[in-house]
């Protein structure tokens, strides 16, 4: 059982060179949980990979096709008062997003307040620092 970023959600249906990797994490995840908005931020992803021109409007179908497949398995932490108030603490000690604080109270109410030794996936390298020094587990170890 493992929180999972929004970052790391990309590449399970839009193939880059980290796919293969996040592909390993989610075959031994029964479980993916994940924070209420992590769904629009994916979809929002998927928008800027087409205006990049990264993406074209078959591949935009596919993936988003893919991202709603996916989310028929995913467990998500509704967002609470609970979850604005870990988030709105996490802002006044760290460096992050807005966003990103969302994704981060959504993990410490997912882990119970208890991060040390959950299992924390992501991608960005930012988040990842704090989530560490918050107590949880990154995955993948080595990025």
């Known amino acids: 059982m493992r929180f ?5 959600l990309v590449p ?10 996040v592909d390993g994490l989610r075959q031994q995840d029964a479980d993916i949980h994940v924070w209420w908005g992590s769904r629009v931020e994916c979809a929002s992803m998927i928008a800027r990979l087409v205006r990049e ?5 078959t591949g935009a179908v596919q993936a988003r096709a893919a991202l709603q497949r996916l989310w028929v398995s995913i467990l998500e ?7 604005r108030t870990r ?5 006044a000690v760290h460096a992050l997003r807005a966003a990103d604080a969302l994704q981060l109270g959504a993990a410490l109410i997912w882990a119970r307040e208890h991060p040390q030794g ?25 990025l």
């Open 118 to 142: 959950m299992a924390f996936v992501s991608l960005d390298a930012r988040l990842r620092d704090v989530a560490s020094r918050e107590g949880f587990t990154l995955l993948p170890p080595n």
């Open 12 to 21: 399970l249906f839009f193939t880059e060179a980290s796919t293969p990797i």
């Open 53 to 57: 021109r990264r993406l074209d409007a």
């Open 87 to 91: 988030a709105e603490r996490c802002l």
């Open 77 to 83: 932490v509704e967002p609470t008062e609970d979850v």
């Open 4 to 8: 999972w970023d929004a970052s790391a």
